[in-house]
């Protein structure tokens, strides 16, 4: 069963494209114009730019598709709702990573001598306690 049109889109080549949502899983937009025939690409850059440019219909039913990405004023992704899908995972952009490679020894914190000056602090304010106590009880 075909998709009902929700919207129009000026196509890339300028006509006037049908916008078309998929009920599957990610709720994708797809267009369909007579200059450009069906486009079912499904990149965020392109779900984005139909979300963002496509005149829908007042009271469609309307999703956002999964992958829509919010951009800041300078265009770089802002992050908002960053949502990358399975199928869209570009292998480049992993880090190295050799599996070899040992993992960086931790050196324990050198830490143990610095409760002392603490702790003898510590003693000598109950000592002059104790001190100022037994002076005071001096007849
Ligand atoms: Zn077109």
């Given at each position: 069963m075909?998709?009902?049109?929700?919207g129009h889109?000026?196509?890339?080549?300028?006509g006037?494209a049908?916008?078309m949502?998929?009920?599957r899983?990610g709720?994708?937009?797809?267009?369909?114009?007579?200059c450009c025939g069906?486009?079912?690409r499904t990149g965020a850059?392109r779900?984005?730019q139909?979300?963002?440019?496509?005149?829908?219909?007042?009271g469609?039913?309307?999703?956002?598709?999964?992958?829509v990405q919010y951009?800041?004023?300078?265009g770089t992704?802002g992050?908002?709702q960053?949502q990358?899908?399975q199928?869209e995972?570009?292998?480049?952009?992993?880090?190295?990573?050799?599996?070899?490679?040992?993992?960086?020894?931790t050196e324990p914190?050198p830490?143990?001598?610095r409760?002392?000056?603490?702790?003898?602090?510590g003693?000598?304010?109950?000592?002059s306690a104790?001190g100022?106590w037994?002076w005071?009880?001096?007849p």
């Amino acid at each position: 069963m075909a998709n009902e049109v929700i919207g129009h889109w000026r196509c890339d080549a300028g006509g006037q494209a049908d916008v078309m949502q998929t009920k599957r899983r990610g709720h994708h937009l797809y267009t369909n114009c007579a200059c450009c025939g069906l486009d079912q690409r499904t990149g965020a850059k392109r779900q984005t730019q139909l979300w963002n440019e496509a005149k829908f219909f007042a009271g469609a039913k309307l999703e956002k598709p999964s992958n829509v990405q919010y951009l800041t004023e300078d265009g770089t992704e802002g992050g908002d709702q960053p949502q990358p899908t399975q199928t869209e995972r570009e292998p480049e952009g992993e880090p190295d990573f050799d599996p070899g490679e040992p993992e960086p020894e931790t050196e324990p914190e050198p830490t143990p001598g610095r409760s002392w000056p603490r702790l003898i602090a510590g003693v000598t304010l109950i000592g002059s306690a104790i001190g100022g106590w037994v002076w005071t009880r001096k007849p």
